[in-house]
């Protein structure tokens, strides 16, 4: 081989070694500090009037979910803001903790600035998003890898929590209680 063939070809090397280095070193950042979440619309948006000048095929209204019922003693229940005061861990490493619950969005993941903090190996650091939409606690998934999941179903859209319904974020199960 020729000195000119060798040093392209150790050049080539430094260049696919810098960037196998970069890739793992965005690969943590995006693991340590999580990716930009999603935002609901506002709910009182789907009662906005529109403009005068807008044409009615041009202006859309969010669609809330439809909520999801759960038959209990005294009908159907949802979980609305004067009903829910707590987190309950029922299994998982924090199982029996218990965590008041404001009118505030609450993030759930490994990450310290999570309002739920689970560290395991299957929560994402923003793994997901307890939320309050209207008079309505909404779960929405925050991309994470393995899922969350709510009353036995996956959560790929915001859906609405049930009362006492189990919510399942990496190996820790947890409810929504009065």
Same mark, same amino acid.
């Given at each position: 081989?020729?000195?000119?063939?060798?040093?392209? /070809?150790?050049?080539?090397?430094?260049?696919?070694?810098?960037?196998?280095?970069? !890739?793992?070193?965005?690969? /943590?950042?995006?693991?340590?500090?999580?990716? &930009?979440?999603? &935002?609901?619309?506002?709910?009182?948006?789907? !009662?906005? !009037?529109?403009?005068?000048? #807008?044409?009615?095929?041009?202006?859309? !209204?969010?669609?809330?979910?439809?909520?999801?019922?759960?038959?209990?003693?005294? $009908?159907?229940? &949802?979980?609305?803001?004067? #009903?829910?005061?707590?987190?309950?861990?029922?299994?998982?490493?924090?199982? @029996?903790?218990?965590?008041?619950?404001?009118?505030?969005?609450?993030?759930?993941?490994?990450?310290?600035?999570?309002?739920?903090?689970?560290?395991?190996?299957?929560?994402?650091?923003?793994?997901?998003?307890?939320? /309050?939409? =209207?008079?309505?606690?909404?779960?929405?998934?925050?991309?994470?890898?393995? @899922?969350?999941?709510?009353? @036995?179903?996956?959560?790929?859209?915001?859906?609405?929590?049930?009362? =006492?319904?189990?919510? &399942?974020? $990496? #190996?820790?199960?947890?409810? /929504?209680?009065?």
């Amino acid at each position: 081989m020729n000195s000119l063939t060798l040093l392209l /070809l150790q050049i080539g090397f430094l260049v696919l070694l810098w960037f196998f280095v970069f !890739a793992v070193v965005y690969s /943590l950042r995006a693991d340590l500090f999580g990716v &930009k979440a999603r &935002k609901l619309p506002e709910p009182t948006a789907a !009662a906005a !009037a529109p403009a005068a000048s #807008a044409s009615p095929a041009a202006v859309t !209204a969010p669609v809330a979910p439809a909520p999801v019922a759960r038959p209990s003693a005294g $009908g159907i229940e &949802k979980a609305t803001r004067d #009903a829910v005061t707590r987190i309950v861990i029922t299994s998982g490493p924090k199982a @029996g903790l218990e965590v008041p619950i404001g009118s505030e969005p609450v993030t759930i993941g490994r990450s310290s600035e999570s309002g739920l903090v689970i560290r395991d190996d299957y929560t994402s650091s923003h793994h997901a998003r307890l939320l /309050l939409w =209207g008079e309505q606690w909404m779960i929405q998934d925050l991309d994470s890898t393995n @899922g969350t999941w709510h009353d @036995g179903e996956r959560v790929t859209t915001p859906v609405p929590v049930i009362l =006492g319904a189990t919510i &399942k974020v $990496g #190996a820790t199960t947890f409810e /929504l209680r009065k």
